[in-house]
């Protein structure tokens, strides 16, 4: 089966409602308007502008990305094995997602700083947070659980949209501190701010377009469209394509092939090097899909069919770079049972390192709210020990 062929719709379910479905992803592929340099099938194409960012890549770090994209995905899928057996509270899956996240998290320099939502495993995963870390908050044991200054990956952020304005206060500090258009490499520095469509629709979003286009702040924010806000389609949401709509705002919007680790590689580190030479900010739509559910207490079956998830199946992201790593003679088999082999390691260490996650101590949840003593925090506190205290005695 071709990319652009529709896989059969399950029973009882219209061939022709399937084929309206992704009649506008056939249409958006292959668009003068969609950055693709490696085809669903592991083609490498040539694009006119950003070709060029990806020139020096060696095979070396050709794999690296096959790799990142494999170990975060199995990460991905051993912390939704955990939530189903009760071990975390709740997770949200990166499942399709890989290729936007790896490509992005690795074209990011070391001063650069990310703020990530609640998604963004694969992009901890190239800024060197420890996996573990990450679950942390998902399991209820602490409020996210590491230094964001350690590895400039900001925390968590559930509350949809806010992680924006967060980045472009953040760029326009760095404006402040001179670290913009210096000319030197290792001190100017650029902002990139995740979100998926559906917070496309917040105002926090919006007011952050309003702000960095003002201040021609060093900020690149980048769109996860991965077609579904929960259950509301990305077209019921916006009558123009995501990226165009930068345009009302000032600055200059692209939409990249989500599942072309190269393609977003090129266009997040075109963005950021125009944001760290001072010509301000840019949004990034990543064209991708969500596989599997928003969160794992969403059932994605009851609004959209089968047939459209198994279309989607056909684009692959990891499978496409494998393919070109295969064709094109890259890596071998070895490489490629190597890191099948790492990544049940790091699913062993995952699962073994989570369970043996201390509980914290209950009083312990009204530490490092306020940077000073707070009357409310006070009450709260001496409330709770003295509810706590009234079961002392008791089994």
């Known amino acids: 089966m071709s990319d652009k062929e529709v896989a059969m719709p399950p029973e009882g379910v219209d061939a022709a409602a399937v084929a309206a479905l992704v009649a506008p992803v056939a249409e958006i592929i292959g668009g003068a308007e969609f950055v ?15 070709s060029q960012y990806v020139a020096d890549l060696s095979d ?25 057996q009760g071990e975390l509270g709740l997770w949200a899956s990166l499942l399709g997602q890989e290729a936007a996240q790896v490509g992005s998290g690795r074209a990011l ?32 044991v602490n ?11 900001h925390l968590y952020t559930v509350v949809i949209g806010a992680q924006t304005l967060h980045a472009v206060g953040y ?28 917070a496309s629709a917040q105002g926090d979003v919006n007011e952050s377009f309003v702000y960095a286009a003002s201040t021609n702040a060093p900020v690149v924010f ?20 995501i990226y165009q709509r930068a345009r009302g705002f000032g600055f200059p919007g692209v939409r990249v092939d989500g599942n072309d680790v190269l393609a977003v590689y090129a266009v997040t580190k075109a963005a950021l090097n125009s944001a760290r030479s001072g010509q301000g900010p840019m949004l990034i739509e990543a064209f991708t899909y969500r596989m599997g559910a928003h969160t794992t207490s969403d059932d994605p079956t009851k609004y959209r069919i089968s047939a459209e998830v198994e279309v989607w199946k056909l684009r692959d992201p990891i499978a496409r770079l494998k393919a070109y790593l295969t ?6 088999p070895a490489f490629f049972d190597d890191v099948e082999t790492e990544a049940d390691a790091l699913a062993g260490r995952v699962r073994a390192g989570c369970l043996a ?19 409310l925090i006070d009450a709260e506190r001496a409330g709770f020990a003295a509810y706590s205290a009234s079961f002392e005695g008791e089994h």
């Open 36 to 50: 693709q340099l490696l085809t669903p099938e592991g083609e490498r194409v040539d694009h006119p502008e950003y």
């Open 60 to 84: 070396e770090d050709l794999r690296g990305f096959y790799r990142d994209q494999v170990l975060i995905r199995r990460f991905d899928a051993e912390a939704t094995a955990l939530q189903r």
């Open 109 to 140: 320099r070391p001063q650069d700083y990310a703020f990530p939502t609640y998604r963004e495993h694969g992009v901890a995963w190239c800024r060197g947070v420890n996996p573990l870390n990450l679950l942390g908050m998902f399991r209820g």
């Open 143 to 153: 409020h996210g659980g590491w230094d964001p200054n350690e590895n400039n990956f």
């Open 171 to 198: 760029a326009m500090g760095i404006q402040h501190d001179h670290a913009v258009g210096t000319g030197d490499p290792d001190r100017d520095t650029a902002v990139i701010a995740y979100f998926g469509d559906g």
């Open 222 to 241: 980048f769109c996860q469209n991965n077609q579904w806000a929960i259950s509301q389609p990305v077209e019921r949401q916006s009558r123009i394509p």
């Open 327 to 332: 064709s094109s003679l890259k890596a071998d």
């Open 357 to 375: 996650m201390p509980d914290p101590e209950p009083m312990s949840m009204f530490d490092n709210i306020y940077v000073e003593q707070h009357p």
